[in-house]
């Protein structure tokens, strides 16, 4: 079956301007997580999906970044006025519950 | 701020010799304890799972968790070059079995 999937893949926009992501999980999967990796660097916690339930925003950095999911599957993660230290691979990730993690490829995001 | 902590590396380890990697963790309450390969460019897979006290051992893997001492590690035996990957620790929040945090990584270098 199919995995996660995000896109875009590559995303280059910049300072000042909002950018969206997507992320598509797996069916089923009532989980779903965004991380952010910057270069060289681990995952960064940020947000945290689960079924019905209000979303964990705990990891969000700053109000500029927000993300919703609609009908329990797809998500999408905003970052309004991008700046340049938002450069990274934003990773996606959903979950059976119980289950492990299957991460998406990620979508790398270059902000000029 | 629950940490997980690893020494980034470079590790550099013999071709056919163990390499092993090492992580704690600040939660005592942490349950779920896993390791993540992630090849350069790639998104994370999962390698090993672990939640008991013990070893685990999986092929080549092997997973060692000692919760009084708040310390996980792998041991890869025989090591490849194609072992050669950033290897991510992640641990569970509390008790919370859906927020998983992960470390900063190690990278493993194999030396042919």
């Known amino acids: 079956g199919a995995g996660v999937s995000q896109s875009p893949s590559n995303k280059v926009t910049e300072k000042g301007k909002d950018v969206e992501l997507r992320c598509d999980p797996i069916s089923g999967h009532t989980a779903l997580y965004w991380y952010r990796q910057s270069l060289g660097q681990g995952l960064e916690f940020l947000i945290y999906?689960?079924?019905?339930?209000?979303?964990?925003k705990s990891g969000l950095p700053s109000d500029r970044f927000s993300a919703e999911r609609t009908g329990g599957s797809v998500s999408t993660l905003t970052i309004q006025r991008t700046q340049q230290e938002d450069s990274a691979v934003y990773l996606c990730?959903?979950?059976?519950?119980?289950?492990?993690?299957?991460f998406g490829p990620g979508t790398r995001l270059t902000v000029l | 701020q629950k940490e997980v902590e690893q020494n980034s590396g470079p590790l550099s380890v013999p071709e056919g010799a163990i390499a092993s990697l090492n992580c704690t963790y600040s939660?005592?309450?942490?349950?779920?304890f896993f390791w993540y390969r992630q090849y350069s460019g790639k998104s994370p897979e999962l390698i090993m799972s672990i939640y008991s006290n013990g070893d685990k051992e999986d092929g080549r893997f092997t997973a060692q968790l000692n919760k009084a001492s708040q310390y996980v590690s792998l041991l890869i035996r025989d090591s490849q070059p194609s072992d050669s990957a950033t290897y991510l620790c992640a641990v569970n929040q509390g008790n919370r079995d859906d927020k998983i945090i992960f470390g900063k990584g190690t990278r493993l270098h194999i030396l042919p």
């Open positions: 990730a959903s979950r059976p519950f119980p289950g492990r993690q299957f």
């Open positions: 939660d005592r309450g942490s349950q779920s």
């Open positions: 999906f689960q079924g019905n339930s209000a979303p964990d």
